[in-house]
């Protein structure tokens, strides 16, 4: 009977992953399908004209590479903290606990509230109006927990012989942070961080109130009134505000491209995370 559940629970796991597989494969064929015919080399070099009718995307591109690439450099010192914090000062098995319990909830909390947030916070308090800047420090807070994550997982893998021997040699813990730690440890902050710009490149409720406008933005200029155009966000309005046809290849190929994105920063961390689970099975 022991035998049987087994190879139910099996084989029901078996179904719903290729279940979803095939969801995946579907959605970016149709994807990929509608939004083919809008590509061409002026698509992602010129700006957007004529409430999106014409033009391309190279503004909203650039937008969203200025966005994703802020968030990391606002996450990645914070989740070296954490991770060291968590894996090398904490001796607390509660202490730990309550940190994982902290990035988890931040993990799982609706990306409309870090919106909302953003809005109190950097908007109205601070005066900044829509800006680059905060639209990155939010999308910063939404992917550390991927990132430092990520690091942690890493950091369980690392033989402990190995500080066992700087220890040894008489290297201070600050030394053996920075000369045996970290570097070892650097594909996990690589994964995460790829993985967390992947998750990052995709969000729009964030940065619809804090950093993001439909049209009339280049490149940021200052901190305070400077919005970035983005491709959520001109994804988010074409579909909502637009019947025209031409309108609509461009929805769709403004979808590709984001699609790529994501896919090409996923694909590139997948050796990293398969390698980092063969390290921590050895």
């Known amino acids: 009977m022991r035998r049987l559940l087994d190879r139910l629970l099996f084989a029901t796991c078996g179904a719903t992953a290729l279940l979803v597989c095939a969801l995946l494969i579907g959605v970016v064929f149709v994807i990929a399908q509608r939004g083919a015919p809008a590509m061409s080399w002026t698509f992602l070099t010129e700006q957007i004209r004529q409430v999106g009718a014409q033009g391309g995307i190279f503004f909203n591109l650039v ?14 010192p914070v989740a070296i ?3 060291l914090l968590e894996r090398v000062y904490v001796r607390s098995e509660r202490w730990r606990r ?10 799982g909390l609706p990306s409309i509230v870090f919106g909302i947030f953003g809005f109190i916070v950097f908007v109205k308090w601070l005066g900044w109006g829509k800006s680059w800047l905060s639209g990155g420090i939010l999308l910063g807070m939404m992917i550390l927990p991927t990132v430092t994550v990520a690091l942690i997982e890493r950091m369980k893998a690392l033989p402990s012989r190995y500080v066992q021997a ?13 000369s045996v730690i970290l570097p070892q440890t650097r594909s996990g902050l690589l994964t995460g961080s790829l993985l967390g710009m992947a998750r990052a490149a995709g969000e729009t409720a964030p940065i619809m109130f804090t950093a993001t406008i439909f049209a009339g933005a280049t490149q940021p200029h200052g901190v305070k009134e400077s919005p970035v155009l983005s491709l959520p966000y001109h994804i ?14 461009k929805l769709w190929g403004a979808a590709l491209v984001l699609l790529a994105l994501v896919l090409l920063l996923s694909g590139i961390a997948l050796p990293g995370r398969l390698k980092m689970h063969e390290e921590a099975n050895v």
């Open 166 to 178: 700087a220890a040894a040699l008489g290297l201070k813990q600050s030394q053996i942070i920075w």
């Open 81 to 83: 903290g954490l991770a």
């Open 236 to 249: 988010f309005i074409l579909a909502q505000d637009s019947f025209d046809p031409a309108v609509g290849a």
């Open 63 to 76: 937008g969203t590479v200025i966005l994703i690439t802020t968030a990391l450099v606002v996450c990645t």
């Open 98 to 107: 309550s940190l994982g319990v902290f990035l988890y909830t931040l993990n």
